[in-house]
């Protein structure tokens, strides 16, 4: 592991909340373990390892029944250990891939057999080299064919940089974690506004409710948060989808109960209709339709 890298809680809390039949974590990770899948000589971080073992087991845990698995920088391009996951998990993990524009034809139809059903664009300086949007663009035209999605992680201050090619992509587009507000400006600040704009005019747009533990400024349950996700939740019911985000890559200070995790849903997701959609409608025409 790097110096200072924080692992996933050891032992989380059991939720009081008791998600629908049929919910997905549309959001988590696989980490390794790297004497089997090693991690990128170009990677920012070095994880500890996050088997799809664990993975599983924490999902039964909490009361999930499927997972979205979404592949990580520190595996950079290889898909291995995400496909391997996808392979284990009898049906209930789909996957969402990290790729160049020199995957061959045959590697996309590998991974859209394995149940792959999108590309994540990392836009996060402080991670990975952002790819020029050219060499996006010609990633979007190879997968799209195949019915994949783009998932794009950015932070809501960048958004005027990268507006404009987000809002040429022609097919179904997924937000990472709200876009990465920031919490002290509240949800009325103009950055958040104009994200809220973006989603409202492109009908192709959803977003992940995610990682209150990654904004909050006052820490576990995350209250000052919730107001973020509830609001998306409110304008954009049949476009949001929620996940764990375990392992929690690269926090920085203490890794976040995944109990407590699950039991934030309620807070942006007040009703038993929009907790169906979250959990379970919305993730389930995604990635399984």
């Not at 290889?78 to 391997?84: E, V």
């Not at 590998?110 to 994540?120: F, P, S």
């Not at 949800?187 to 990654?214: G, I, S, W």
Request: overall charge neutral; hydrophobic content about 40%; glycine content about 6%.
């Amino acid at each position: 592991m790097s110096p200072g890298y924080i692992p996933f809680h050891p032992n989380p809390s059991k939720p009081k909340y008791k998600p629908p039949a049929g919910a997905v974590d549309a959001h988590c990770h696989v980490f390794g373990p790297e004497a089997k899948f090693s991690y990128a000589p170009e990677r920012k971080y070095t994880p500890c390892d996050a088997p799809k073992e664990k993975l599983f087991a924490l999902r039964d845990f909490l009361g999930f029944d499927k997972n979205v698995i979404v592949q990580a920088s520190c595996h950079s391009k290889d898909n291995r250990a995400m496909i391997d996951a996808l392979d284990a998990s009898n049906g209930k993990a789909k996957g969402v891939a990290f790729v160049g524009e020199e995957v061959t034809d045959d590697e996309l139809k590998w991974m859209d057999k394995a149940g792959v059903r999108g590309v994540r664009f990392n836009f996060l300086k402080r991670l990975v080299d952002i790819t020029p949007p050219d060499v996006l663009h010609r990633i979007v035209k190879r997968v799209a064919p195949l019915g994949w999605h783009i998932v794009i992680y950015f932070e809501m201050p960048d958004l005027p940089e990268y507006e404009s090619f987000f809002s040429s992509i022609p097919t179904t587009v997924v937000v990472d974690h709200m876009g990465t507000p920031d919490v002290k400006k509240g949800v009325d600040h103009p950055e958040n506004q104009r994200f809220h704009r973006l989603m409202d005019a492109h009908k192709n747009f959803y977003v992940k409710v995610t990682c209150p533990e990654r904004m909050s400024l006052i820490g576990p349950p995350y209250d000052d948060v919730a107001p973020f996700g509830r609001v998306l939740v409110e304008r954009f019911p049949d476009r949001v989808i929620w996940g764990t985000d375990w392992p929690h890559p690269n926090m920085k200070k203490v890794a976040p109960d995944d109990g407590i995790l699950v039991d934030y849903i309620p807070k942006i997701a007040p009703t038993a209709a929009s907790q169906q959609a979250l959990l379970v409608d919305n993730p389930m025409r995604l990635y399984w339709s």
